[in-house]
């Protein structure tokens, strides 16, 4: 079936590390986005990628990372300047002109 | 110090009635909108999308309606079931300029509808 996969589902960062949250897509969607969900919040957006090698920031981009060098594969990197970084992550993609986003299930990061 | 959470909207209502989920919307150059649900530790589900040029759109038990006028947006759900308890979200899409839409989507707070067997 075709979607989106976002892993791991939970993890977990040690103070002054950076991780990477994985997102992949089977769809042939050109554009794809990370959003940061915190509880009882809506969705806002940290990153997103209209074409392969290239992406804009979002609202709220300060501390984190991407790359987009695969049509499937837009990665996340929360970097040690992210001072709170706990909050469930979520991936999109969509066809680029006006089409709704189709969403993973999220990957939720906690600090130890 | 002691934090304040958000306190979302919520709707309750009994199985088998027709529920109105509420959105206000801020930007009058939106000109694509999308419903989506999101169930507890799940990402956001597609529910129904409408373009700026339509003020109603149906699917499966399902009907949005758009009102520009006073930039309001609302989804009913016809005969309501459990299953359709979630927190739903809407969405806007500003275009851009040129008048062509790329999904760059601004997500509302949410609603949490419980439905009550």
């Known amino acids: 079936d075709g979607g989106i996969t976002q892993s791991p589902k939970y993890l977990f960062r040690k103070e002054g590390q950076n991780v990477t949250l994985s997102c992949e897509q089977n769809?042939?969607?050109?554009?794809m986005y990370w959003y940061r969900q915190d509880p009882g919040q809506g969705l806002r957006l940290i990153y997103y990628?209209?074409?392969?090698?290239?992406?804009q920031k979002g609202d709220i981009a300060e501390g984190y990372s991407v790359s987009r060098e695969k049509k499937e594969s837009f990665p996340l990197t929360v970097t040690s300047a992210q001072k709170n970084p706990t909050a469930f992550y979520l991936c999109a993609s969509s066809m680029v002109r006006g089409q709704p986003q189709h969403f993973g299930d999220g990957t939720r990061l906690s600090i130890l | 110090g002691e934090s304040v959470g958000l306190h979302l909207p919520t709707l309750s209502v009994q199985e088998g009635d027709n529920s109105i989920i509420n959105c206000a919307y801020s930007?009058?150059?939106?000109?694509?909108f999308i419903w989506y649900k999101q169930e507890s530790g799940k990402g956001p589900q597609f529910i129904i999308d409408i373009r700026s040029n339509m003020d109603k759109r149906q699917g499966q038990r399902v009907t949005v309606l758009l009102n520009k006028t006073v930039k309001h947006l609302s989804l009913q759900i016809a005969a309501t079931q459990p299953g359709d308890s979630a927190v739903y979200f809407c969405a806007e899409n500003i275009s851009s300029g040129g008048g062509t839409s790329y999904g760059k989507l601004t997500f509302g707070q949410g609603t949490i509808l419980t439905v009550h067997p």
């Open positions: 990628s209209q074409i392969v090698n290239d992406f």
């Open positions: 930007n009058s150059a939106s000109d694509y």
């Open positions: 769809l042939n969607h050109d554009a």
